[in-house]
DNA sequence: AGGAGTTTGTGAACGTGGGAACAAACCGAG
DNA sequence: CTCGGTTTGTTCCCACGTTCACAAACTCCT
């Protein structure tokens, strides 16, 4: 789902760089994306004082099957004892540092409203490897207003946020007219990942990741899964066909049957 | 993505059915995962008085390839005119009576704190397909208040708002520690839709469709890609070898070499 | 030490998704 | 009516992701 132009360690030349060491490249986009729910879960283990887990247990914890855990955690190398099992302090560091959250990562929030407003208090963001290092907003009435122990700010200072504070990573909290401008700004200013609320899709140049979170698109996917529970059960179409626009044009020209 | 048992239209069996329409069953999850941007597309099209486009128009406006664009609404039928492009209102219908959002769909938000207030404001939920028929919290002090013009009920309301409002659609944004007894409440009262903004793991039973918004892992999957881009031009390694745990075990016996 | 039991890591088979390329179909001009 | 230009719908092929199944490797018990 990330707007990369080309995957990094594609698998076109499988006889380059004999030093390749396993986990150095070309770990599946799809392992990339279960990789944190395996760490949150391991977390959660580690926290209730448990030293060791097999794959089963650990998958059951994070939602998957045993094999695909296998085989993702392959892809980092062998963690793993045989017989045994991970241990779960060792394996917790080990996809931490893959992931790149044994320390934190600066971020701002642009765009301070209802949702910026829930994302400055969200408290899971300083515990899981990221600090926010700032507030924005580009409406001077909010500008000054504390939200969560940080001054929102004026949109200009990004320039020096990203130049000052090495913050590399944006989250777009704004309206969606608003935010391809900002999105604009923030990858002019040296921005190499944004995580977008706003209903729109983005465009950035090459180099730059987008990631999406779309409230309503995550309803109208499981407005049309229930919409198939109940056509499966009730065999009632709802689609009134008062309201159908007409199809344009189709005249067909009923050139079979001759 | 989303954690059903077994996909409905399996085309496990090519000759069943010989009055299998084509937008009958079977569309692809990562079609169905598109539908909504291009609905959204096509709104925005419609917005500016645009009455037809191109597949090469369309599929710039929703961020994908036209190739990919063509095959996904030829799994809803011929609803384009070769030569001319699609009628920018008949699509938007045709897609939106797939995706059953011709009409309202009445959804609960459970948990009223920082994230559900943002929800209950948001304004994109009553535009596209869904209506907020109530917010729901367990916490007596919260129940009474008001936000975006509904009151907050008690959570024990929701079986009489599954069967007397037919509401199939539930969003979980409480606590991560409440979230799996939440869902199981609401599981048992009759929703079978879930939208989980919990940071956690979320077990259901068959026919219950779970799908998550997740901002850490969202965060943590840039994270991965930006320590790579980081890497390619510094070749620093960030990790610190003092705080690495120790590998457990692994005496290896060093059993070969003799 | 040796064997039984357990669990990881991985090779292979299978299904899904993406993209290029092309035939079919439509429009407009002459 | 015919021809050239345009755009869709579809087919084919390849890459990716998932799952099965099993050898390798480890522990524990005798």
Redesign the interface.
């Known amino acids: 789902m990330?707007?990369?132009g080309k995957r990094?360690g594609a698998p076109h030349d499988g006889a380059s760089r004999p030093t390749a060491d396993k986990s150095e490249r070309g770990i599946p986009e799809a392992t990339?994306?279960r990789?944190?729910?395996y760490?949150?879960?391991l977390v959660t283990l580690s926290d209730r004082g448990i030293a060791t887990c097999s794959s089963e247990e650990l998958a059951t914890?994070?939602?998957v099957n045993s094999a695909k855990l296998r085989k993702d955690l392959s892809y980092l190398g062998s963690?793993g004892?045989r017989g045994?099992g991970y241990?779960v302090?060792?394996l917790r560091?080990q996809i931490a540092?893959?992931?790149?959250?044994?320390?934190d990562?600066p971020?701002v929030i642009v765009g301070i409203g209802?949702?910026g407003?829930?994302?400055a208090?969200?408290s899971?963001?300083s515990s899981?490897?990221?600090r926010i290092a700032a507030l924005l907003d580009a409406d001077p009435g909010r500008q000054g207003e504390v939200v969560g122990d940080l001054p929102i700010l004026a949109f200009d200072r990004i320039e020096e946020l990203v130049a000052e504070h090495g913050v590399?990573?944006g989250v777009i909290a704004t309206p969606a007219p608003a935010a391809q401008a900002v999105c604009d700004r923030l990858v002019a200013a040296g921005i190499?990942?944004?995580?977008n609320f706003a209903?729109t899709?983005?465009?950035v140049p090459e180099?730059v990741?987008v990631?999406k979170?779309?409230?309503?698109?995550?309803?109208?996917?499981?407005?049309?899964?229930?919409?198939?529970?109940?056509g499966?059960l009730d065999r009632i179409d709802?689609?009134?066909p008062d309201?159908?626009?007409?199809?344009?044009?189709?005249t067909t020209t009923a050139k079979a049957v001759g």
Chains 1, 2 share one sequence.
């Open positions: 990330t707007s990369r990094f990339v994306a990789l944190p729910v760490l949150r879960a914890a994070a939602g963690y004892t045994v241990d302090e060792y560091y540092r893959e992931i790149g959250v044994t320390q990562w971020v209802n949702l407003h829930a994302l208090n969200y899971g963001f899981r490897g990221f590399a990573i190499t990942s944004i995580l209903p899709v983005l465009a180099g990741d990631r979170v779309d409230l309503s698109i995550e309803l109208q996917i499981l407005a049309y899964h229930e919409q198939r529970k109940a499966l709802p689609g009134l309201t159908t626009p007409a199809m344009p044009g189709k």
